[in-house]
C-alpha cells in the first residue's frame, strides 16, 4: 500500500465569524497561546511522516507563507540577545527547501474545489487533508492515527466523533455499515442533514486520507449544500468502488472556526502548559469569583 507521503492544507477561507480579526490577518494565523492554527496542523502532519505540505491560499493568505519562512532581522535580533530558546523556536518552522508548496482557490466555492485545486501537485498518490480550525489537543496525533488504521484498511478515510443530535446538520454525518469502536466502516455520509434526515450522529471533522482517484469526481461534480462543492459529496459518490473508514481519534477537538471552541482551545493549551498553568489558575478563580458586572460589559462593549 502506498505510503502517505503529501499533505493538503485548505487555507483560502475569509474567517468572516472573526471580523476584524480577519479583515488583514488569515483566520488560520490565530493563536492558540504563542502558536498560529496553521503551525499546530503542519506539525501534526510533519509528526505522521508528511514530506510535502501543499497550502490551497487565496487574496491576502501571504503572512501564511511567511510564517513558515526566515524572518533574517528577527532572528538576527535574537541572536545579539542570546535568545537561543526563541531563536530555535523560529528555525523549527523552516522546512526543507521544497517541500512547501502554495497554490491559490480562485473563488470560494467549498472543500471539494479547494482540494481539487492541488490535485497537480497530488498526482496519483493517496494524501492528506488537514483543516487548521480544527483543533486537535492530546492524543498520539489524529493523524497519526489515521495513517497506521490506513495501513490496514486502506480507501477513503475521514477522522470522526460522535456529536449531540442538535449539532448534526453542522456536519458531515456517516452512514454507519459497521462501528467497531476506533474503526468505523461507512455505507455512505450526508452534508449537513438535517437531524429528521441524519443517518447517524457519527461526525466528520478535518482530516481526511483520500484515494487520489476523488480528483476526477471533484472535476465534474456540482454544488451541494450551502450552494458549495462538497468533499463529502465525492466521498459518497466513491462508494462502493471504494471503501470510506471513520476513525474515532484519542485526542479532543476544538472548532476553532467558532469564538467559543477558539477560547476554550487557548484555556485548554494554556493549562496544560506548566509554564502558565498556576499564574492561569489564578486568573481563571478571580474572574469566576468576580466576573464582570454588567455596568462594566455595557460601558466596554458599548464605548
Known amino acids: 500500500m502506498a505510503r502517505i507521503r503529501k ?3 485548505p487555507v483560502a477561507g475569509l474567517g468572516t465569524r472573526f471580523l476584524p480579526a480577519t479583515k488583514a490577518m488569515p483566520k488560520e494565523m490565530l493563536p492558540i497561546v ?22 490551497v491560499t487565496g487574496r491576502g493568505k501571504t503572512a501564511i507563507e511567511d510564517h513558515f519562512d526566515h524572518n533574517v532581522e528577527v532572528e538576527h535580533l535574537l541572536q545579539e540577545r542570546s535568545s537561543s530558546k526563541e531563536l530555535e523556536s523560529l528555525r523549527s518552522l523552516i522546512m526543507t527547501p521544497g517541500s512547501i508548496s ?7 466555492l467549498g472543500l471539494g474545489h479547494a482540494v481539487w485545486c492541488a490535485r497537480h501537485y497530488i498526482q496519483d498518490e493517496p494524501f492528506a487533508v488537514l483543516l487548521a480550525d480544527d483543533f486537535i489537543f ?23 466523533m460522535d456529536v449531540p443530535q442538535t449539532q448534526v446538520s453542522k456536519y458531515g454525518i456517516m452512514d454507519v455499515a459497521e462501528d467497531k469502536g476506533h474503526l468505523v466502516s461507512a455505507k455512505g455520509v450526508v452534508e449537513k ?13 478535518g482530516r481526511y486520507i483520500l484515494d487520489p482517484d476523488i480528483f476526477g469526481i471533484l ?14 459529496d465525492a466521498l459518497a459518490a466513491m462508494l462502493p468502488t471504494t471503501p470510506l473508514s471513520g476513525v474515532r481519534f484519542e485526542g479532543t477537538r476544538y472548532d476553532c472556526g467558532s ?7 487557548n484555556m485548554a493549551v494554556g493549562l496544560a502548559r506548566e509554564d502558565l ?17 454588567a455596568k462594566e460589559r455595557k460601558t466596554f462593549f458599548n464605548a
Do not use: H, W
Open 34 to 55: 504563542d502558536k498560529p492554527l496553521i503551525q499546530y496542523a503542519l506539525e501534526e502532519a510533519d509528526a505522521a511522516g508528511i514530506e510535502q505540505f501543499i497550502f
Open 277 to 293: 498553568r498556576p499564574d492561569l489558575m489564578e486568573v481563571y478563580k478571580e474572574l469566576l469569583a468576580s466576573p464582570p458586572s
Open 259 to 265: 469564538k467559543v471552541g477558539f477560547l476554550a482551545a
Open 219 to 232: 472535476d465534474g461534480q456540482g454544488k451541494g449544500a450551502s450552494g458549495e462543492i462538497q468533499l463529502t
Open 102 to 108: 502554495y497554490t491559490r482557490q480562485q473563488e470560494p
Open 7 to 9: 499533505a493538503i492544507f
Open 138 to 160: 492530546g492524543g498520539p496525533g489524529c493523524l497519526q492515527e489515521m495513517i497506521e488504521a490506513y495501513e490496514t484498511c486502506g480507501g477513503n478515510m475521514a477522522a470522526v
Open 193 to 205: 442533514p438535517s437531524l429528521d434526515k441524519a443517518p447517524s450522529t457519527l461526525a466528520i471533522i
